[in-house]
Nanobody, 121 residues
């Protein structure tokens, strides 16, 4: 059974930093894309960042330069380092696994349960 479990969420002041982790099991994730998405209250889920098994990365314009995605294939874990956080980054953050290096939600077939990030002004 494939499982993705996020951790590291919480409350932080604007300008602060948080690091999210997503531990994966049940699949050989070293050959898949691992992505982060977020969903703010009343809004649709949106792409944040993705890292492919090759190490290639791609970011949404809204987070580029502030967020860094990385992965440890030996630990089947993907990370999202979030710096210079803004109130508009407040959302539930989800990690996901898929076969394509893609920002599209429909290209991901396994999802974590999500972790809440709240950035206060």
């Amino acid at each position: 059974q494939v499982q993705l479990v996020e951790s590291g969420g919480g409350l932080v002041q604007a300008g602060g930093s948080l690091r999210l982790s997503c531990a994966a099991s049940g699949r050989t994730f070293s050959r898949y894309a691992l992505g982060w998405f977020r969903q703010a209250p009343g809004k649709e889920r949106e792409f944040v960042a993705v890292i492919y098994w090759t190490g290639a990365t791609y970011y949404a314009a809204s987070v580029k330069g502030r967020f860094t995605i990385s992965r440890d294939n030996a630990k089947n874990t993907v990370y999202l380092q979030m710096d210079s956080l803004k109130p508009e980054d407040t959302a539930i953050y989800y990690c996901a696994s898929g076969g394509s290096f893609s920002p599209r939600i429909e290209d991901y077939d396994y999802w974590g349960q999500g972790t809440q990030i709240t950035v206060s002004s």
